[in-house]
Nanobody
Framework: QVQLVESGGGLVQAGGSLRLSCAAS????????MGWYRQAPGKQRELVAR???????NYADSVKGRFTISRDNPKNTVSLQMNSLKPEDTAVYYC???????????WGQGTQVTVSS
């Protein structure tokens, strides 16, 4: 089993910054992809950013240039630095880890990010 614990959400004004962190524990395969997804009220969950254990990243077009994902492999943590936040970034943000060798994924409990205009 794998547990993901997120932290760092909150309320911020438009233009501000927040940093989300996620720590994974349990049976962690070395080769994996860690990422952040978000779900706004009435909308589907969508990918925000993800990073492989080798360091390759990809981002949603809506956050490119504003958000940066990073990870610490020995600590099994992933972070999301969010700058120039906009009201449309308001959502519950979920941490995700995907193990490519067994095609299995796990989710965190989610953390609320609210950006006021």
């Amino acid at each position: 089993q794998v547990q993901l614990v997120e932290s760092g959400g909150g309320l911020v004004q438009a233009g501000g910054s927040l940093r989300l962190s996620c720590a994974a524990s349990g049976s962690i395969f070395r080769i994996n992809v860690m990422g952040w997804y978000r779900q706004a009220p009435g909308k589907q969950r969508e990918l925000v950013a993800r990073i492989t254990s080798a360091g390759s990243t990809n981002y949603a077009d809506s956050v490119k240039g504003r958000f940066t994902i990073s990870r610490d492999n020995p600590k099994n943590t992933v972070s999301l630095q969010m700058n120039s936040l906009k009201p449309e970034d308001t959502a519950v943000y979920y941490c995700n880890i995907f193990f490519t060798n067994v095609a299995r994924e796990y989710w965190g409990q989610g953390t609320q990010v609210t950006v006021s205009s």
